[in-house]
């Protein structure tokens, strides 16, 4: 069974940085796009950031230039360096995992990238709370 654990939350101030990690439990690591998505209670669930298999990377506009995501395939994981915070980004974090992306099929692979339906398998969540 495929697994997602993310950690690296916390509380932390305005202007602060963290650094988000994801494993997954899967030996063809490589293989998979992984994706960030965040949460705020009694919202929809909204795309962060993705790294495609071929270590192509997209961003959400709110989190370009602070927000970095990055893979290791030899550890099988997965990091978001978040620097910069603001209370906006105040939310719950998922990572994400996907095993079909196959750009050359996709007129728009980005909106596909940034699609949560897309994505196979979800790890628990990690809160990021920043205070002003």
């Known amino acids: 069974q495929v697994q997602l654990v993310e950690s690296g939350g916390g509380l932390v101030h305005t202007g602060d940085s963290l650094r988000l990690s994801c494993s997954l439990s899967?030996?063809?690591?490589?293989?998979?796009?992984l994706g960030w998505f965040r949460q705020i209670l009694g919202k929809e669930r909204e795309f962060v950031a993705a790294?495609?298999?071929?270590?192509?990377?997209y961003y959400a506009d709110s989190v370009k230039g602070r927000f970095t995501i990055s893979r290791d395939n030899g550890n099988n994981t997965s990091y978001l360096q978040m620097n910069s915070l603001k209370p906006e980004d105040t939310a719950v974090y998922y990572c994400?995992?996907?095993?079909?992306?196959?750009?050359?099929?996709?007129?728009?692979?980005?909106?596909?990238?940034?699609?949560?339906?897309?994505?196979?398998?979800w790890g628990q969540g990690t809160q990021v709370t920043v205070s002003a």
């Open positions: 790294i495609t298999w071929s270590g192509g990377t």
């Open positions: 994400a995992a996907n095993q079909d992306y196959r750009p050359v099929y996709l007129r728009n692979p980005s909106m596909y990238l940034m699609d949560a339906d897309e994505y196979d398998y």
């Open positions: 899967e030996p063809n690591f490589g293989s998979y796009t």
